[in-house]
């Protein structure tokens, strides 16, 4: 990929098409209150010269493009991670207990608070608290008494009615990995990591820690199953031989949990069911602000033919 230093005179007077899109885009998202509907008519733009030209977008550019659109009009309260499943630690836990906590979240970065989330500190980085760590003559690792607020670091904040445009700007621009939402009365709402605001427009992002598991289909008793929403739709037929179809053919769905979206036309909530027009339902057994997770299918009820008069 050419480096935007080092173009032709040629290409900086017409830039290939992905860095002016690029450009364009960027223009939008700093467009402030007007940011969204500039993207909007940006990629407009782009995807009627992409017809024109001899090489049309492909399906995963324009799956992006849709995304940007979408992340134009969310909020930051649409991609938080809810209060209940943040991972935090309280500014009295040692320093033994934090490396331990950070080991067993497997994340590089966790909120710091006093006694409750609705306090907090700031945020702690795995590498300042490595870095406290001392080591013996004999290569013993020594765990100095000291307070891990010492480390703590600045945390961002933003309101849920935040547009994420304006927080994913705000975060490039600090330098900072996460916000903590907080909400009209001063209480924490949520907490948001530019990898959930980037997830948004690119997809999920799987990092070295991530298990990569095969989304899992469980048969039930009496013709129902049990699955992953990233199950894709052509897996779930080769399985099952069950066709479920989008509402919308030209549409870019390709997991159940997809599906479920577009059926709905919103991230549905747990325990909702989502009816197909197969006949067949869709109850949402897990579910977060930013996906669907797990799934039950049930089957159309069975219906008995009435029996002929005499």
Known sequence: MSDPD???SDEAANPPRP???????AQ???GGGAGAQAMRESLEEVIEESERESRPLSAQERKMLANLLRFGELRVGDVMVPRTDIVAVEESTSLRELVARFREAQHSRLPLYRETLDDPLGLIHIKDAVGLIELGTNGE???PDVPISSIKRELLVAPPSMPARDLLLKMQTTHSHLALVIDEY?????LVSIEDL?????GEIDDEHDV???PRLTSLPGGGF????RLSLEDFQSQTGITLDPPDPDSDVDTLGGLVVALMGRLPQRGEIVAHPSGYEFEILEADPRRVRKLRLKPPPVTTAPEPKS
């Open 19 to 25: 860095l002016s899109v690029l450009r364009r885009l």
């Open 141 to 143: 690792m020594r765990w």
């Open 6 to 8: 080092y173009l032709s």
């Open 226 to 229: 049990e699955m992953d929403a």
């Open 186 to 190: 001063g209480g924490t709402d949520g």
């Open 28 to 30: 939008a998202l700093r």
């Open 212 to 214: 990569d598991e095969t």
């Open 198 to 202: 980037i997830e948004q427009i690119v």
